[in-house]
């Protein structure tokens, strides 16, 4: 399972490197659609990535979930699922359904960190963050969902 974790986090960051090679650092993870859509036609990369992570991060993270957070690590990739199925989300029939999922990811998350003893890790999310945001505070979507998904990675692979 390790394995499919590295090739999946290793897909995940050349997607990313050639995001910003091509557009620069987008203000999210989402806004890869709409870039995606605009040079090349080809919205579908964003969901082709959101699964890529689902892929990945899911067996890794349920499989060392206590049996009672185990249902917390489901809906966090659940709602990735949601957000993959809803690019567009300046679309009006899109829109709640991607920000309600990427709510409930984000929560769904942090619970699990918190429950499971593991709130040292969010808080290396937020300082690695700070310089960050500081850096570019347009894009800090962008650098809290990478930062996150690099540091849950991490703690999976450990």
């Known amino acids: ?6 090739i999946t986090s ?11 090679w091509q557009f620069g ?4 993870l989402s806004a890869t659609s709409y870039l995606f859509k605009e040079k090349y036609n080809q919205h579908w ?5 959101c699964l890529i992570i689902i892929i990945g991060l899911f067996p890794n993270w349920v499989t060392i979930s206590s049996i009672n957070t185990q249902f917390l690590a489901f809906i ?7 957000i993959a199925a809803s690019p ?21 998350f ?18 690695t963050l700070i310089p960050l945001v500081i850096w570019k505070p347009k894009c800090y979507v962008y650098f ?8 849950t990675t991490i703690f999976l692979l450990i």
């Open 45 to 49: 990369w964003f969901s082709l990535i």
């Open 88 to 108: 567009f989300f300046h679309n009006k029939l899109e829109k709640p359904i991607h920000y309600i999922s990427g709510l409930i990811t984000t929560l769904t």
């Open 110 to 127: 942090i619970l699990w960190f918190l429950i499971n003893g593991h709130w040292q890790w969010l808080i290396y999310i937020v300082i």
């Open 10 to 20: 290793s897909l995940f960051l050349i997607y990313n490197l050639f995001i910003i």
């Open 1 to 6: 399972m390790e394995t499919l974790l590295f």
């Open 25 to 28: 650092i987008p203000e999210s």
């Open 76 to 82: 966090s990739c659940a709602g990735i699922l949601f």
């Open 144 to 151: 809290i969902e990478i930062i996150a998904y690099l540091y």
